[in-house]
């Protein structure tokens, strides 16, 4: 029997959690806040914006969206960037991505204060997180999301082998260090791994990132495995689709979330889960 991941189900579930904790915050008069920034008129970024918006209010999470035009110059998206980490009100501050070209996505995130660094893309957080560093700081929401649904599934995951395909910043990269710091063997591989099938076939679970509709197939994919598919891709009608052919492996696989409803939803999910512990955390600190 195969068990679906289901990201819709999952993400509920975390946010019925974070909406408590804000209402417990708000006992004390405490609202956490969130800045989003959002560079040009990609449609699909303007989607993500918008249900981050519309998620965060219903949370009761403060929740401020700053379009800015494709022609913005650095100096000024950075002085964006400034004026939100002077803002007590605000706790998460993140800049969708991508930014139009140009643009030097890397100095604006390391332009953000790594305290209100809710992308966790800062390389202070990053290099907390690839030295499994104790503590509180933020990571990256996709790949937290994910750990979140490993986690649901009640699985052990110590020794077992994880392979990530694709090395992105966003995904893949933060995706095997939370798999190694859970005592797995990480194996990444990429547009330049030779023999991806041999690789994908060893994996108990396969976390698959790559922006190649259904490039994993049911010869891909070891008996029994956990398949999480990342992708967010096109058919030829226009549907959505994963990097997965989710019909193809459906009856070999152990576990396997949807595209859509598996991880785009626990994505925005763990940005709000996110965004209160950064308010908490900065509770605990006395706000320095
Ligand atoms: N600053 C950031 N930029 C980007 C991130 C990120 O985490 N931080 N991730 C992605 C986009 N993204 C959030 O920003 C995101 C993508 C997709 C979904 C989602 O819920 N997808 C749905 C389908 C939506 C559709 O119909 O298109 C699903 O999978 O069910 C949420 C968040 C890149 N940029």
Redesign the pocket.
């Known amino acids: 029997m195969t068990t679906i991941i289901d990201?819709?189900q999952l993400?509920k579930d975390l946010n019925a959690q974070t909406q408590q904790r804000v209402a417990k915050l708000a006992e004390r008069g405490i609202t956490p806040g969130l800045a989003?920034i959002i560079v040009g008129d990609d449609p699909?970024?303007a989607?993500?914006?918008r249900?981050?918006h519309r998620k965060a209010v219903k949370l009761g999470i403060k929740s401020v969206v700053r379009e800015l035009p494709a022609t913005v110059s650095q100096a000024d998206l950075m002085g964006v960037v400034t004026e939100y980490n002077q803002d007590p009100t605000i706790n998460g501050i993140?800049?969708?991505?991508?930014l139009p070209r140009g643009l030097d996505e890397q100095a604006v995130v390391a332009a953000i204060d790594p305290k209100k660094d809710v992308?966790g893309?800062h390389p202070v957080n990053v290099g907390r997180l690839f030295n499994n560093l104790p503590g509180n700081y933020p990571v990256?929401?996709?790949p937290r999301g994910i750990m979140t649904m490993l986690a649901s599934l009640h699985i052990h995951l110590r020794g077992k082998h994880a392979v990530v395909v694709g090395r992105s910043r966003?995904?893949g990269r933060p995706m095997a260090a939370m798999l190694l710091n859970a005592d797995m063997t990480v194996t990444t591989a990429h547009v330049y791994t030779k023999h991806l099938s041999d690789v994908t076939r060893e994996a108990d679970v396969l976390v698959v990132a790559t922006g190649v509709a259904h490039l994993i197939k049911a010869n891909d994919v070891k008996p029994g495995a956990i398949v999480i598919d990342v992708g967010?891709d096109r058919d030829d009608q226009g549907k959505?689709t994963g990097d997965v052919d989710f019909d193809g492996v459906f009856d070999r696989v152990g576990a396997i979330t949807?595209?859509?409803?598996?991880?785009?939803?626990?994505?925005?999910a763990t940005?709000m889960q996110q965004t209160v512990d950064i308010c908490e955390w900065s509770e605990q600190r006395g706000n320095q």
């Open positions: 990201g819709k993400a989003v699909a970024s989607l993500y914006v249900n981050k993140l800049v969708q991505s991508p992308d893309f990256s929401c996709t966003i995904v967010m959505l949807p595209v859509p409803g598996g991880v785009g939803p626990m994505t925005i940005l």
